[in-house]
């Protein structure tokens, strides 16, 4: 029987009485919100308006919860769709009591010693942004109407691409399979299955890139118009304002990356090589299995095993976490019709707990998709002990918790696995660095082309292909074969269809940084669990700058980027010993 998540903790149904009773809530607090923000004369105001903030957060967050995961599970629920669309609709008219409480914090001269005498010191940091965040805010009536038409705009298309993808079908050798399990077979171990996979994706994606061209350039106009407005530079120091990172950490991050990007070029020529291609790997074969596979697929028991006793090794409060995700069925597992794609991991204030969607399919990169959900999880576990306004951490921070979980097994593994079943995992670690450090890359160009020429006309589906093809030359260089690329990738990656704008770069970070972190881990192991443990607590109140510095980071020199490469290009030097 397939494992499905079960979501009655959160609530047992669209009908029962808590959900209804939530619901009707929201309303009224909206209301309640926005007359005390409209009140504002003191600090003792403002905290009457954050405890009201924080109980319609707490509850909007457990409905939104429920609405997402049931609509992700089966994107024809028709309850779920109704839901979300009431709740951005709702949600919308919260702006008024955002730009009044941003609009008297910008009056404040000391935020953080007025927030402490009113016992609110904990949200320092995140009323001082929202002070900031007004210089970029357009008057409430313009901010409220913007999040209005955002229903029928950005977050339509948003839904509409997802219920594309999630009900796409691909004709494979005389049948109809769905898309999450054509692009499974990417790492079947027959080259010819991969490449026949390949081939009949792309085909699939001719049925669906007209209305994704038409929603990623409504969503991409809309985010281009809105920077222009709230006096950003571009949509990318928008996102950087909003991650709290500064431009000259993700400089010094994409400068490490150019300066170290030919060692994964030449692990993809190595690679080539070894399964019989002359020049660079064809596309479909970037997930080829390389070395002596396991007699049969990994199951989910075994899946949950391996991450089980390889997150002990770090910690018994991680490996207490994934068990407390398996005991009590909060991960849904295999791919199915109506499902979307990918996987992710969400959380849930008011019960403390988080829900991962997989789609998994056996291979040992399943394996390690689910321990770096899981390390979402685990951040999720301990940021939660904070308020919930301290809870929404920056994007990039938000992969650094789940790749540290992915190295923790990866490295685990290589000391575990027989020497035979080594060089798959290392190549296995490979595969997921050049998805996070090279194919990030040609995605942030693809999103940063796109922005620049939506300024002036929405794209044809030529032109998307053709912007895909030359970010992915630019990123892969010779490493990928000219010949055999993947000009339809835009089609299918959801984070370009969110107003989140550059959802790509973080998980380069995110990967770098782990890399970091697990070397001060593997020379101060005893004292690094709880110092990692109140990073992450930290991660939703600090800049990320601030919050790495808890660890003896600096993420704005380049040398530490650097550094953190060095795993790889070990990696890459020993893979290359093995395949030649």
Known sequence: M?????????????????????FNDLKPLVEAMNAAASALQSFEDVARAIALLEEYSAKLDRISSYCNYTFAANTADEDSAKYLYQLEALNAETSRAQVRLAKFLATVADIP???????????????????????????????????????????????????????LTCEYQGRSITINECRNLAYDPSQAVRKAAYEAELAAYKKIEEPSAAAINGIKGEVNLLAR????????????????????????????????????????????????????????????????TAEKPFSYTDAKKFVEDNFAKFSPGMADVARLAFDNNWVDVEPREGKVSGAFCGDTYAIKQFRILLNFGGSLGDVITLAHELGHGYHSMQVMEEGILNT??????????????????????????????????????????????????SRFLFEKGVFEARQSHPLSVTELNELMLTAQQKAYGNGLAPDAMHQSMWVIKPHYYSTASYYNFPYAFGHLLANGLYKIYETNSATFGAKYDAFLRASGKMSIADSCKMLDINVESVDFWNDAMDVIKDRIAEFERCVS
């Not at 942004?129 to 009536?141: C, K, N, R, V």
């Open 392 to 441: 929404r951490y920056p994007m990039p921070l938000a992969e650094t918790a789940s790749t540290f979980c992915e190295a923790i097994v990866t490295n685990a593994a290589l000391e575990t696995l027989p020497q035979a079943e080594k060089l798959q995992l290392l190549e296995n670690s490979l595969q997921d660095a050049t998805q996070v450090i090279v194919d990030i890359y």
């Open 2 to 22: 397939a494992e499905k998540w079960c979501l009655n903790d959160i609530y047992p149904g669209y009908d029962s009485p808590q959900f209804l009773a939530d």
């Open 113 to 167: 010693s007025q927030a402490a005498a009113h016992g609110l010191g904990h949200y320092s940091y995140w009323l001082g942004f929202i002070a900031e965040d007004f210089s970029h805010m357009l008057s409430e009536d313009e901010e409220t109407i913007i999040s209005q038409m955002a229903t029928t705009g950005s977050s339509a298309w948003e839904m509409m691409h997802e219920k594309l993808v999630s009900n």
């Open 229 to 292: 407005l709230r006096k950003f530079d571009s949509p990318l120091a928008q996102t950087l304002f909003n991650s709290a990172m500064s431009s000259k950490t993700l400089a010094a991050m994409f400068q490490a990356i150019d300066a170290n990007i030919h060692y994964l070029r030449s692990y993809l020529q190595a690679k080539a090589k070894y399964l019989g291609h002359q020049g660079g790997l064809p596309f479909y074969d970037l997930f080829a299995p390389v070395g002596k």
